[in-house]
């Protein structure tokens, strides 16, 4: 569907057809049937971590706080990008207007980028736990929590409202065909008609920032808590000490090993199917994984989760 150009940089493209993760129809129950077990895994998961931290009192401190909001990203991110999806594959309809291919864009940017800050906020407050205990609880206090929080929802809406905006001035006259199963970047630079170069810099540069900066932090906190740890003398509280960051360092290393594959490999003109499996571990498998990760090593949110489980059964 085309529409006339109104002026210079209007788009000449009114809709994008989302080519989907296979083109074979016979195929298309499959993975609905799939990304629909997927998605309910995952927003069940992400929400009991989130029911668990709200009802415990034990869990009331500033790691299940960031590990709550971390749990609402991943609901969020999830919700951005496979309803939609499993909304074309029943209707074997795959247009997507172009305001909705850009909202949809907008938000995905806005929850991963938030994502970025907040595993930034969790491995500082892992550094002050471990290797500064005693001054903790003031360095880590309510305000602090909501502060960086805040901070990182700033961020994130300037950088995705940047991106957004510098999409809008690109022309798009076709072809409209995305090779993907939702809206992104690079795919969309690959169908503008006009100069994406400013757009790519763009991208490659903020994209630095939102990844670079936040990863020199996580490393340069774990390098200090790895100091920490190897001078506690018993066994008993190095395991305990190790095991809260071993959740935190595996959900980093999906998060970022992916994102960065995704997004710095500039110049690329292939739109491969590689890029759509890396779409399924950033908006699906991730936050899928995160609450198993989460709740499979930490005994504190395994017994939350169990003392609400035994509140319903008791309640039937």
């Given at each position: ?82 309803p939609a ?86 022309n798009f ?93 500039l110049g ?49």
């Amino acid at each position: 569907l085309m529409e006339p150009e109104a002026g210079t940089n209007k788009t000449a493209v009114a809709e994008f057809i989302l080519l989907g993760l296979v083109e074979t129809p016979e195929l298309w129950p499959v993975v609905f049937v799939l990304f629909l077990f997927a998605y309910l895994v995952t927003v069940g998961g992400n929400l009991s971590i989130l029911a668990a931290i709200l009802q415990e009192p034990k869990l009331h401190t500033p790691m299940y706080f960031f590990l709550g909001n971390l749990s609402v990203l991943d609901v969020g991110c999830i919700s951005v990008t496979v309803p939609a999806m499993l909304g074309h594959l029943l209707s074997h309809k795959r247009a997507i207007s172009y305001s909705a291919c850009l909202t949809q864009l907008f938000f995905f940017h806005l929850l991963a980028g938030m994502d970025c800050f907040l595993l930034t906020a969790m491995a500082y407050d892992r550094f002050l736990a471990i290797c500064r205990p005693l001054t903790y609880s003031t360095h880590m206090s309510q305000t602090v929590q909501r502060m960086l929080v805040a901070v990182s929802w700033a961020c994130s809406f300037t950088n995705t409202l940047t991106h957004t905006l510098a999409l809008t001035t690109l022309n798009f006259c076709g072809p409209n065909e995305v090779n993907h199963f939702y809206c992104d970047l690079p795919q969309l630079f690959q169908l503008s008609c006009s100069s994406t170069q400013l757009n790519e810099l763009l991208l490659f540069a903020l994209g630095f920032l939102m990844a670079g900066t936040p990863v020199v932090l996580i490393i340069t906190s774990y390098i200090h808590v790895a100091a920490a740890v190897l001078q506690i003398r018993s066994a008993e509280g190095r395991k305990k000490a190790l095991s809260t960051c071993g959740s935190h360092l595996t959900v980093v290393f999906l998060f970022y090993g992916t994102g960065i594959f995704n997004y710095m490999r500039l110049g690329s003109e292939e739109a491969s199917d590689k890029d759509k499996g890396v779409g399924i571990f950033n908006t699906v498998i991730n936050p899928m994984l995160n609450p198993l990760i989460y709740s499979l090593r930490n005994t504190d949110v395994q017994a939350a989760l169990w003392k609400i489980l035994m509140g319903r059964c008791s309640l039937i």
